[in-house]
């Protein structure tokens, strides 16, 4: 009977750890394409993986765009500011927080141009 209550147990753990460890962020609070002053071909979306002493938050930037764009990359977990340049056609990953005890976060990215 224990080993039956106790793989029922972790079954459940392991779920609610798999639904944390690559959920998107909450629902409209990252920046989206189509929000005003932002590029529409600028898709962000954030990923939580679990490390050795907590979890590693990482905002992925995927550029669809003939530019190059500068972006700025902030959480509610890491409020300060990180830059980051996306290339034409490529994915950019910041890793905004390491070993971090919050296993979701939402991510606050702005983007301009390359001047």
Sequence with gaps: MRAVAFSIMFAA???LVA????APPKA???R???DAGQ???IEV???VRYGAIGYDHIVHLKNICDETYHCQVRTDVNPEPIVAIVPPHLE???V???GSPARVFVPYVTCALEK
């Design 13 to 15: 753990v392991a779920a």
């Design 32 to 34: 989206q394409a189509g």
């Design 92 to 94: 950019v990953e910041v």
């Design 45 to 47: 979306r954030g990923e």
């Design 19 to 22: 639904v944390g460890v690559d």
């Design 96 to 98: 905004t927080f390491r």
């Design 39 to 41: 590029p529409d071909c």
């Design 28 to 30: 409209g609070a990252p």
